[in-house]
DNA sequence: CACCATGTTCCTTG
DNA sequence: CCAAGGAACATGGT
């Protein structure tokens, strides 16, 4: 589930269920998404604290906490991996098969769940200082998203998973942001024209904002459709909604016409990821300064 | 069985 | 410092 849509939605909608609520307990049943932090270590500075606010930074969950007895905040970090997921539950229900970490906060439970285990729940919050320019906030202005990319020559859509150039693009959304700019995903970062910077900016942020008003649609409440928490699903997964493939131009589009000329998408890889495109839309060609981006 | 998967990090080699 | 490739993490879906 997890790109900067996804995880500010979660954010949004998690943020009034925590804040106010204290954590009596806390289970580790998987101590790799803690570390460097140790179970023992999370339990005592968890314990008796509150929840005064939750917050995202790129694709991570920023949790505020309030020891017992103590002014100076504790910040808690989560991220969702690829297949991570954080809800509340009854105290009473189940626990799902790969439970990370489970918060008792006394009539619920705060579950972390995450069948890969790629995510994190931790005290280390040294991942935060990393981190590029929110793409959605002033700060991600083209003069300086295009002299950042100036410095590389990898390939474009390399670069915007690259969470210290702008922080909370995935897979999915580079493909995306790329296909409306028009903008051949090969082209090496430092050969953007200007305009093409510009656009691409643009439909990043477009993507992506397009993507939390559609996810804050989605109903937020595990027991609804299935397994568990019914927030955003993903292409095939199980009861996977259409809802969610439609919003992609591209992504997962292999083979199928494109949108705009009716070239079939195609799929390569870079970086050891899936990248879609289509190759008429998106040229590598020269002029890259003139091309013109609009979304489809 | 094979291949694929929304992410990040570390490692090697150049 | 950068590039490119790979592997690792671990599980599930098709």
Known sequence: MPELPEVEVLVR?????????????????RARVLAP?????????????????????????????????????????????????????????????HAAVVLN??????VYEDPRYFGRLTLDSRALARMGPEPLSEDFTSA??????????????????????????GN?????????????????ARKLGRTQVQALRRTIREVLTE???FGSTIPLHHGEKRSGDGLFYFGRAAGAADYYTERLRVYDR?????LRCQTPIRRIVQAARSTFYCPVCQ?????????QAKSV
């Open 13 to 29: 909608h998690l943020r009034p269920l925590v804040c106010g609520r204290t954590i009596r307990g806390v289970t580790v049943r």
């Open 37 to 97: 932090t140790s179970p023992d270590q999370l339990q005592r500075s968890l314990r008796g604290a509150t929840f005064t606010g939750l917050s995202r930074r790129g694709k991570y969950l920023v949790f505020e906490l309030r020891p017992p007895g103590k002014r100076v905040p504790l910040i808690l970090v989560g991220h969702l991996g690829m297949t991570g997921r954080m809800y509340l539950t009854p105290r009473n229900a189940p626990l799902p098969k």
């Open 105 to 110: 906060l006394g009539r619920e439970r705060f």
């Open 144 to 169: 300086a998203f295009g002299a950042a990319l100036t410095r590389f020559r990898q390939a474009i859509k390399v670069k915007l998973l690259d969470q210290a150039l702008v922080a909370g693009v």
């Open 172 to 188: 999915i959304y580079a493909s995306e942001a790329l296909f409306r700019a028009r903008i051949a995903p090969q082209l090496a």
């Open 211 to 213: 993507a939390i008003r």
């Open 254 to 258: 292999k083979g199928l016409p494109c």
């Open 283 to 291: 040229k590598r060609g020269a002029n890259p300064n003139q091309t």
